[in-house]
């Protein structure tokens, strides 16, 4: 999920997320799943205005480059250390560090619980790369966001404002 002016491909590397590596690195955030991206974008806001969602564009893409990815949601992972805290601390100092070190162990990204499903259910996609806009993006498809979307996000208590029930002022 990107917004509108601004490209999907874009390999942060100042800090602002989780898995963040340093420049001249950067880091792709993806979700495997539509609700994902949503539930990540929206940080836990239930109440979307109108404004916000025509301002947000969802990417399907299909990554054609060979990735070797570290899963940090497999039972394995807990034998190298790995607990949910890395998907869900606000504090990013711990998660850079592993991504630091999973890129330097040759690793192409990371497989992790996203933050704002406390199912535990949903996976996103950390994808190291260089920092920046992606110079050969993969090809992908960005449209509207999709109504069943925003249907599958409502068992989390997300509403879109002007679809909120209005109650009637007391006439007594």
Do not use: K
């Not at 420049?23 to 949503?38: D, I, M, R, S």
């Not at 929206?42 to 990815?69: K, N, P, Q, Y």
């Not at 050969?136 to 002007?162: C, E, K, T, Y």
């Amino acid at each position: 999920m990107h917004r509108v002016r601004r490209s999907a491909w874009w390999f942060s590397s100042d800090g602002s997320g989780r898995f963040d590596l340093p420049v001249p690195h950067g880091t792709c955030y993806l979700a495997e799943e539509p609700l994902a991206a949503l539930l990540e974008v929206t940080r836990g806001l239930t109440i979307l205005s109108e404004d916000f969602l025509a301002g947000r564009r969802l990417l399907t893409a299909t990554l054609t480059v060979e990735m070797r990815v570290a899963d940090l949601t497999s039972a394995a992972a807990y034998g190298f250390g790995v607990t949910g805290e890395l998907s869900a601390t606000a504090e990013y100092t711990g998660p850079q560090a592993w991504a630091n070190a999973l890129q330097a162990a040759g690793f192409h990204g990371i497989r992790y619980h996203v933050r704002h499903d406390p199912r535990g259910d949903l996976a996103g996609i950390a994808w190291f790369g260089r920092a920046g806009r992606a110079r050969r993006p993969p090809v992908g498809h960005s449209r509207q966001l999709p109504a069943d979307l925003l249907l599958a996000a409502s068992p989390f208590g997300v509403q879109i404002a002007g679809d909120l029930p209005t109650s009637r002022p007391d006439t007594r």
